[in-house]
C-alpha cells in the first residue's frame, strides 16, 4: 500500500501537475481552509488525544498553519522567479542566473505534541515548492491522524497529497521508499532510523528533534515578566513543545524570588487547582506519564496500588532506601572538600542516553559532567531533583500532572539527564553568566536558548558563546511564530530549517544556469594547444582575478 502510494505521487509530479503557480497557489488556499472551516473539529481531535486547550489549538496550531500558507502562497512569484548571478570576467559576454525547481515527491513525518502544526505547517512549504507530498501522521494522536486523513483528500489535490496513516510498520515500509526529501519532526532515536534509511537511497532530509533548551536568569531582568513569560513557555501544552525551556539557570540573587513568583504566574494562569483549568492540558498517554512522574522527588507521587500486602511492603522499602540515598548523596555532595570536588568531577559519568520525546519514541540527549563549583549547593535541599516550589499533584486516571517548579535542582538529578517533555520546571543556581554559559557548552546543543538579563555584555556573551537552534531575549517560543524567521536546529537537535522563505528553499533544489553566446568564441584562447603566448595570457589574467 505505502509502495503504491508512492507510484503514484511519483507519476502525478512526474507529469508536471504540481510546477505551476497556479497550482501551487490553489494548494496554498485550499489548506488555509482546510484549518478555518474545520475549526471546531481540529480543536475536539486535539483535546481528546492530549487533551490541548482549544485557545491553544486555535493559537498554536490553526492560525499559524494559515499565516504559513498565506505567507508563501504571497511571495511565490519572487521566490520562484530567475534570480541573476554576475559571471566572472573572463566569461564575458556571459549571463547567469538560478531558479528554485521541486525536489519532487517528499515525506513528512509529523509527532503527537501538535499534531495540527508540525503536520501541515511543513506540508505548506512543499506545496509552495511545487512537490508531491506524503504525509505521515502520529499514531499516538490518532484522532488528528484520522482527521487529517478524511480532510486532505477533501481539499487537496488527492493524487498530488495523501495521508498515510498507521505506526511503526507503515513509517518502516515508507522509508523504503526513494523519496526525494524526508522531513521529520519528533525524537533523536527515530531520527537516527530516518537518517540511516535515508542514506540507503541517498535522500536529502530534515530533521526537527529536541533537546534541554536552558534558560538564564539574572538581577537585571524584570523578575515578574521573566516569571510570566517563563511560565507561559514551559507549561503550554502541559510542557510537550519542543522549544519549551526546559530548564532554569538563575543567579544566586534572584533564583529563589524567581521560583516563587513562576508559582504566582502559574496561579495567575490556570487558578488555584490547574487540574480544574480549562486552559491546562494532560500527558499524552500513560507511558511518558509514568515517565514524568520518575523525574519528581522521591515520595511526590504515590506508588500504584500493589497487588498483595507483600509487595506493598517490598515497595514502601524500596521508596525509603531510595529517598535515603538521594539525601545521603545530597548531603555528601555539598559538604565534599575540594579533593573530592574536583575527583567527582573528573569521575563523572559519561553522557546518559535521555528521552527526546516529540515523538514519543526512546531518544537520546547526552548530558555532560558538570564542574560542582558552577552550580550552588542550597541548603536545605536533600533530593537531587530539588525542593517542590509548587505543584507536584498528579492523577494517573486523567494523565494529570500539575505544573511543578523544582528549586535547588542538582546536576545529577534524573530531571537533569533528560529532555523533561512535560509540566516539570528545575532551577537551578548558578554563580553568573560565565558559569551558565560553562554549563550550558558541555551539554548537547540545544534546539532553543533563552536569556532574561538586561546587561547587553551577558546577552552579547550568549550569542557569541553558546550555540543553539535559536537564541531568545526574554522571549520563550518567539522564533515559532514567526513565518519570517528560519526555525531551525544545531547539532544534536537536529539538521536543517524551516518557516516561510526557508522552508520554501528546503522543499527546493537552487539550480544554476549559465548562458554564453556562441559568437564571438571568446573561449578558444584556453583551448588547447597550450603554447607560449597563451601561457603568458594566462599570467595576465590571474594577475588579474
Given amino acids: 500500500m505505502t509502495n503504491q502510494t508512492f507510484e503514484q505521487l511519483k507519476k502525478t509530479y512526474e507529469s508536471g501537475r504540481t510546477r505551476p503557480l497556479a497550482w501551487r497557489r490553489a494548494q496554498l488556499n485550499a489548506l488555509r481552509r482546510l484549518v478555518t472551516e474545520n475549526r471546531d473539529a481540529f480543536v475536539s481531535s486535539a483535546m481528546a488525544d492530549l487533551g490541548e486547550p482549544a485557545a491553544e489549538t486555535v493559537l498554536m496550531e490553526l492560525n499559524l498553519v494559515a499565516g504559513e500558507a498565506q505567507f508563501v502562497r504571497n511571495r511565490l512569484s519572487l521566490w520562484t522567479a530567475r534570480h541573476p548571478k554576475a559571471m566572472h570576467w573572463m566569461l564575458q559576454p556571459a549571463a547567469g542566473w538560478t531558479i528554485a525547481e521541486p525536489k519532487g515527491v517528499v515525506l513528512i513525518i509529523s ?5 495540527v502544526l508540525l503536520a501541515l505547517e511543513p506540508m505548506a512549504d512543499a506545496l509552495a515548492a511545487g512537490n508531491a507530498v506524503c504525509l505521515k501522521p502520529s499514531e499516538l494522536s490518532p484522532n488528528t491522524s484520522k482527521l487529517l486523513a478524511e480532510l486532505v483528500p477533501q481539499y487537496l489535490d488527492s ?39 535515508a542514506a540507503e537511497h541517498l535522500t536529502p532530509v530534515t530533521l526537527e528533534l529536541g533537546g534541554k533548551s536552558p534558560c538564564f536568569v539574572d538581577r537585571t531582568a524584570d523578575i515578574n515578566v521573566a516569571a510570566r513569560r517563563i511560565a507561559w513557555g514551559k507549561f503550554t501544552n502541559a510542557g510537550q513543545t519542543c522549544v519549551a525551556p526546559d530548564y532554569v539557570l538563575a543567579t544566586p540573587d534572584v533564583a529563589e524570588a524567581l521560583a516563587e513568583r513562576i508559582a504566582v504566574a502559574i496561579t495567575e494562569f490556570y487558578g488555584e487547582d490547574p487540574k480544574a483549568s480549562p486552559d491546562f492540558g494532560r500527558i499524552i498517554n500513560d507511558r511518558h506519564f509514568e515517565r514524568l512522574c520518575k523525574l519528581l522527588p522521591v515520595g511526590t507521587v504515590p506508588p500504584e496500588e500493589p497487588s498483595s500486602p507483600l509487595v506493598q511492603v517490598a515497595s514502601a522499602v524500596g521508596a525509603a532506601m531510595d529517598m535515603v540515598g538521594r539525601r545521603f548523596n545530597a548531603v555528601t555532595t555539598g559538604r565534599g572538600g575540594a579533593g573530592e570536588m574536583a575527583g567527582s568531577a573528573n569521575n563523572a559519568a559519561k553522557p546518559t542516553a535521555g528521552s527526546n520525546m516529540a515523538a514519543a519514541d526512546d531518544g537520546a540527549t547526552a548530558s555532560a559532567a558538570v ?59 548558578v ?36 550555540s543553539s537552534g535559536a537564541l531568545g531575549y526574554s522571549l520563550p517560543l518567539g522564533h515559532l511564530l514567526s513565518s519570517r524567521l528560519p526555525f531551525g536546529v544545531v547539532g544534536a537537535s537536529g539538521i536543517g530549517t524551516y518557516h516561510g522563505k526557508a522552508g520554501f528553499l528546503t522543499f527546493s533544489h537552487v539550480k544554476t544556469v549559465v548562458t554564453k553566446p556562441q559568437f564571438p568564441d571568446t573561449l578558444r584562447l584556453v583551448y588547447p594547444p597550450f603554447n607560449e603566448a597563451k601561457a603568458k595570457l594566462f599570467d595576465i589574467i590571474a594577475k588579474f582575478s
Avoid at 111 to 115: G, K, L
Avoid at 161 to 176: A, I, N, S
Avoid at 443 to 461: C, G, I, K, M, N
Wanted: glycine share 10%.
Fill in 111 to 115: 509527532p503527537w505534541n501538535y499534531p
Fill in 431 to 466: 554563580e553568573d553568566a560565565e558559569s551558565a554559559i560553562r554549563f550550558i557548552n558541555k551539554r548537547s546543543r540545544p534546539l532553543a536558548a533563552y536569556v532574561f538579563s538586561r546587561d547587553h555584555e551577558v546577552r552579547l556573551t550568549f550569542e557569541r558563546q553558546t
Fill in 159 to 197: 493524487e498530488a497529497v495523501r495521508v498515510v496513516e498507521g505506526g511503526p510498520k507503515e513509517t518502516g515500509e515508507l522509508l523504503k521508499c526513494p523519496f526525494n526529501h524526508i522531513f521529520y519532526t519528533g525524537g533523536g532515536h527515530v531520527g537516527k532510523i530516518v537518517m540511516r534509511a
Fill in 371 to 429: 564542574e560542582p563549583s558552577e552550580i550552588h549547593k542550597v541548603p536545605g535541599v536533600f533530593d537531587l531533583a530539588g525542593r517542590i516550589v509548587c505543584g507536584g499533584k498528579v492523577d494517573r486516571a486523567a494523565r494529570y500532572i500539575a505544573p511543578t517548579v523544582l528549586y535547588g535542582t542538582s546536576p545529577d538529578a534524573p530531571v537533569m539527564k533528560e529532555e523533561i517533555f512535560g509540566p516539570i520546571l528545575p532551577i537551578l543556581v
